[in-house]
């Protein structure tokens, strides 16, 4: 079945630290795969996604992603962090009938 | 400006009421998807529409019911045979052009069992 995992429930990070949070899926196909940003209370925003050809993806915000087939990742890295990142991050990846399947986030919490 | 709404913002119910959550959209999506979200458990699916007067089963759709009457609309209603729904719903479209399979999120519905 398909499945993603999220390692780290949360992380903390001091400001200007960089970050890499990690995800990894489960999937027999070539996979879609998706970060998303969710501040408190609000709804959930896309950073970047993975479809197919060059395995490192930039997104908005300053935030990539790499994908290694090889080890079922799909990590999520900023070299920099902003106090302003702090927030919940989803890994999800596109299972049958275009359904999403997320993992149970990563709470990023940044130290001044 | 395109995008997804979800109204009310915050909503009350007492045990044994029915209530519906509004979502809408004006990206031109063909899809809809309904999700729960529970502190730890990322988001689980509740229903989903593909195209106008159909729609599927997720993960968790007991004691809900949906409706899709227009592309732009897909209202959930949390019933009283769900018994424990105070939790975050959130409202997401998919499908228009080449890019079918992101989806976009309405800003959320809190909703709490009184």
């Known amino acids: 079945a398909q499945s993603v995992t999220q390692p780290d429930i949360h992380i903390t990070v001091s400001e200007g630290a960089s970050l890499e949070l990690r995800c990894n899926y489960s999937?027999?196909?070539?996979?879609?795969l998706f970060w998303y940003v969710q501040s408190p209370g609000q709804g959930l925003q896309l950073l970047l996604k993975?479809?197919?050809?060059?395995?490192l993806v930039q997104g908005i915000k300053g935030f990539e992603a790499e994908f290694k087939r090889s080890q079922s990742s799909f990590n999520l890295r900023k070299p920099s962090v902003h106090w302003s990142d702090a927030a919940e991050y989803f890994c999800?990846?596109?299972?049958?009938?275009?359904?999403?399947?997320f993992g149970a986030g990563t709470r990023l919490a940044v130290h001044p | 400006d395109g995008g997804i709404t979800q109204s009310p913002k915050y909503l009350f119910r007492k045990e044994g009421q029915n209530v519906t959550l509004s979502c809408e959209q004006n990206?031109?999506?063909?899809?809809m998807y309904w999700y729960r979200q529970d502190p730890g458990q990322g988001l689980r699916l509740i229903y989903y529409?593909?195209?106008?007067?159909?729609?599927q089963k997720g993960d968790i759709a007991e004691g809900y019911s949906v409706s899709r009457e227009k592309k732009e609309s897909f209202p959930l209603t949390v019933t009283s045979a769900q018994k424990n729904p105070t939790a975050f719903y959130l409202c997401?479209?998919?499908?228009?052009?080449?890019?079918?399979?992101?989806?976009?999120f309405g800003p959320g519905t809190r909703l709490t069992v009184l």
């Open positions: 993975y479809f197919s050809g060059d395995t």
């Open positions: 999937y027999g196909a070539t996979p879609y």
């Open positions: 529409s593909q195209i106008v007067n159909d729609f």
């Open positions: 990206l031109n999506h063909d899809a």
């Open positions: 999800a990846v596109v299972g049958g009938y275009n359904k999403l399947i």
């Open positions: 997401a479209s998919s499908g228009h052009g080449y890019d079918t399979d992101t989806q976009y």
